[in-house]
């Protein structure tokens, strides 16, 4: 069992949902990068999803646009990310796993990213343009390194697709929740839960929920129907608002805490089966 499989194991018998948090990797520098990272993990999220800075996110909103744009300017490349999660694993255990695209592993080499990814501490990856129909060469690869591989499932995913991410996908499995691109939105969208519990039906692995999740009240209420919520671009903004201030890393850890505090799970029963809005 992976880093990442355990800590889902170990929320679940704590009666809680796992708090995903995602940040963009070198922005807006290292050393600001780094604070924010560890702040991430004093502030109690259970896994960290750093982003990999990319020209071309097709699948990312404004805030996150903008922010592996500032990473890119700081000179973020794949060397300086994994010295950077090199220099997070001094101190802290947390699972981390890189979102990223197909394009830069590409350039860099399959090999070589498995290789610097796993002795820098990364424990898995999230490509996000990769489907699994296509993933033979980089599965083989991050399976002989020990990398899990985590796949997106959105609400247009077929059977047959959910099926195939079950029996290739290892970590967890990442459910998109609207369509489009990420973002903070006021409401989860009315056909969340059934998507979950139909992905579920074909999958016995987690499933974390992203795409829109910016609040307590809807970490909360996903946790209910999920084993985890992930939270990316109001953190990302939140960094963003505290750069270059002494506030960045106790801002970063109240926010994730406040995050974190709505992972409970209620008794069976006692949840909502209604989205609402996440205030």
């Known amino acids: 069992m992976s880093r990442i499989e355990e800590k889902f194991v170990y929320c679940k018998k704590k009666n809680e949902g796992t708090l995903v948090a995602y940040l963009m990797a070198g922005d807006p520098d290292f050393n600001q990068s780094l604070t924010a990272l560890c702040a991430v993990a004093a502030g109690g999220a259970d896994i960290i999803e750093l ?40 101190d802290h255990t947390t699972p981390l796993l890189l979102m990223t695209y197909w394009n830069p592993i590409l350039q860099y080499g399959i090999e070589r990213t498995c290789q610097e990814a796993k002795a820098a ?16 060469e980089w599965l083989a690869a991050a399976n002989t390194y020990g990398i ?40 989860l969208p009315a056909d969340l839960f059934a998507l979950i519990a139909r992905i579920k039906e074909f999958s016995t692995a987690p499933v974390a929920v992203g795409f829109g999740v910016s609040t307590p009240d809807q970490v909360h209420q996903i946790c209910q129907h999920a084993d985890g919520a992930i939270v990316g671009s109001a953190l990302v903004k939140l960094i963003a608002s ?9 801002a970063v ?8 505090a709505g992972t409970f799970i209620e008794d069976e029963g006692a949840a909502t089966n209604e989205c609402s809005n996440g205030k």
């Open 51 to 90: 982003g990999v800075p990319f020209s071309d996110p097709m699948a990312d909103g404004k805030v996150i646009q903008l922010a592996a744009i500032r990473a890119l300017a700081a000179g973020t490349y794949m060397p300086q990310i994994f010295s950077l999660v090199a220099k997070f694993r001094e």
């Open 121 to 136: 501490g990364v424990d898995g990856l999230l490509i996000s343009d990769l489907p699994p129909e296509e993933a033979t």
């Open 148 to 187: 899990d591989t985590i796949f997106l499932l959105a609400p247009t995913s077929p059977e047959k697709r959910i099926k195939l991410v079950a029996q290739v996908g290892s970590g967890f499995t990442y459910c998109v929740a609207r369509l489009g691109v990420t973002g903070e939105h006021a409401d």
């Open 242 to 250: 505290h750069a270059g201030k002494d506030t960045l890393r106790d």
């Open 253 to 260: 850890m109240r926010f994730i805490a406040s995050l974190k």
